[in-house]
């Protein structure tokens, strides 16, 4: 008789939400702001990953000549298969980001460090942890919570649960149905009083 290993387990998370509120992201891209050296490169991290949904290797991969200033747009490339697309950026991601090119000018990657050599995919999660804690947020935030506040804001808007799959790059539907299901919106006309 042959054993086979046990199913994994999936670990329940011990938060509450595994997304964040618009209030506790701006709050959140405000604290990296005022923090440190790299206060502009912290905030527009936290701004581009919540806006486009971009995942932590997505973020760390992301080059210039993926983005255009003049016109406005940003070329999102998804890892684990995903399907890529290309965005609309607007003002304040435009502003960040021309400030980043300002301080940076000589990189070919986006997000850089003092050695202008890419952030690593390690570096992320503490930005985003610190921010949440200089924000005052009661748990710990970890970068994924920014792609699900962004699909949730997005179903919360009233966007097509088609149209919010192909922004996440998602390539099956059901990764973005959790956000519509759990859209207030979907429920707003059940009671007219």
């Given at each position: 008789m042959v054993s086979h290993p046990p199913p994994p387990v999936k670990v329940a998370?011990?938060?509450?939400?595994?997304?964040l509120r618009p209030k506790e992201v701006?709050?959140?891209?405000k604290a990296a702001h005022s923090f440190g050296t790299h206060g502009v490169r912290d905030a527009a991290i936290i701004l581009l990953m919540f806006r486009h949904g971009l995942s932590t290797a997505e973020l760390v991969s992301l080059k210039w000549s993926q983005i255009d200033l003049n016109d406005g747009y940003i070329e999102i490339r998804r890892v684990k298969h995903g399907h890529d697309s290309i965005h609309p950026l607007r003002a304040p991601e435009l502003s960040a980001l021309r400030q980043i090119k300002r301080d940076?000018?000589?990189?070919?990657?986006?997000?850089v460090s003092e050695r202008k050599?890419?952030?690593s995919t390690r570096t992320i999660p503490h930005i985003i942890a610190r921010a949440?804690?200089?924000?005052g947020l009661n748990e710990s935030v970890h970068p994924?919570?920014?792609?699900?506040?962004?699909g949730y804001y997005l179903a919360s808007q009233g966007h097509d649960t088609r149209a919010i799959q192909d922004y996440l790059g998602h390539k099956n539907i059901h990764h973005t149905?959790?956000?519509?299901?759990?859209?207030?919106?979907?429920?707003?006309?059940?009671?007219?009083?």
């Open positions: 998370s011990k938060r509450e939400r595994e997304y701006e709050a959140m891209i940076y000018p000589e990189t070919q990657y986006v997000f050599a890419p952030l949440g804690e200089l924000a994924h919570q920014l792609r699900h506040a962004c149905v959790r956000y519509t299901q759990m859209s207030p919106q979907r429920f707003e006309s059940f009671w007219t009083d």
